[in-house]
Nanobody
């Protein structure tokens, strides 16, 4: 069983930065994909970024050039560095894990709130 715990959310002004962390307990393999999603009030949850050790990171278009995902496999931790934040980035950010052999994300964290003021 895998448990994910996010941290690092908070309130920041537009143009500022935040760094989210997600620590996983249980067995995470380097080829598993660790990802970030977000959900704004009244909206569907959407993909933000993902990274496995097998390839380059992937990002959704609206965060490219502003957000950076990274992993520390030794510590089973994934990070999301968020720069040049915009009010529309306000959302609950979730960490998730997809096993190499799976097509869905089966493990989710409880989420951390990010609020960007204008």
């Amino acid at each position: 069983q895998v448990q994910l715990v996010e941290s690092g959310g908070g309130l920041v002004q537009a143009g500022g930065s935040l760094r989210l962390s997600c620590a996983a307990s249980g067995r995470i393999f380097s080829l598993d994909t660790m990802a970030w999603f977000r959900q704004a009030p009244g909206k569907e949850r959407e993909f933000v970024a993902a990274k496995s050790s097998a390839g380059t990171p992937s990002y959704t278009d609206f965060v490219k050039g502003r957000f950076t995902i990274s992993r520390d496999n030794a510590k089973n931790t994934v990070f999301l560095q968020m720069d040049s934040l915009k009010p529309e980035d306000t959302a609950v950010y979730y960490c998730a894990v997809r096993r190499l052999t799976r097509t869905t994300y089966d493990y989710w964290g409880q989420g951390t709130q990010v609020t960007v003021s204008s």
